[in-house]
């Protein structure tokens, strides 16, 4: 490239982070965080993962009809803090998963989680069409709730020990938001008839 610096890739961009495509220089960081007690603590992984997982991961992660996966990355000196995506996208139904998580510690309670939300749901309700968007969380994700009422998710009920962590059953939040609730909250964002 004959000392020419390379632009990144940005999917999405945000007013202090941008979204991008997972790439193989991620792997060291996302094994690491995976495997790291206290970022586990607040998703579903509880298994360790290799380098090898999480390299398969991010060669699969764009062929998977069903599912979008994107970095968080700070603008200030491009650098990858976390990571977010849609799941078990149904087509059909319009309908997905919606999953995040912040790697980074540093970055913990800064709203870059609420910024990448919102980025995240613009795309789902206005280029993917999609109608509904769900997520479950952790009752004592006190953190995580926040964002997600911020961002317009409503509570729609709770799975009662759903989960086994630290060594008792804990209760996992359902939240969902709707494209015309979507809409309603954003107005500007509505596609012309």
Not at 12 to 23: F, K
Not at 125 to 146: C, D, I, P, Q, S
Not at 171 to 187: C, G, K, M, T
Request: proline share 4%; hydrophobic share 40%.
């Amino acid at each position: 490239m004959n000392g020419e610096t390379r632009s990144p890739v940005v999917f999405l961009s945000g007013e202090r982070i941008y979204l991008r495509p997972l790439a193989a220089s991620d792997v060291e960081r996302l094994a690491r965080w995976v495997n790291d007690e206290e970022v586990r603590q607040w998703v579903t992984f509880y298994l360790p993962l290799t380098e090898k997982a999480e390299q398969e991961y991010i060669e699969n992660a764009g062929s998977k009809p069903d599912q979008i996966s994107l970095a968080i990355v700070l603008r200030a000196g491009d650098r990858h803090i976390g990571g977010l995506a849609l799941n078990e996208i149904r087509w059909k139904d319009r309908a997905a998963m919606f999953g995040i998580f912040i790697g980074e510690k540093d970055c913990w309670a800064q709203g870059y989680g609420t910024e990448a939300t919102r980025l995240l749901l613009r795309y789902a309700f206005t280029t993917l069409n999609l109608n509904r968007v769900e997520l479950g969380v952790f009752a004592f994700n006190e953190r995580a709730v926040r964002v997600y009422e911020k961002c317009g998710f409503l509570r729609e009920g709770v799975r009662r020990e759903w989960a086994f962590i630290g060594g008792k059953y804990v209760d996992e939040i359902v939240y969902s938001v709707l494209a015309r609730e979507y809409f309603a909250a954003n107005p500007q964002e509505r596609p012309e008839p």
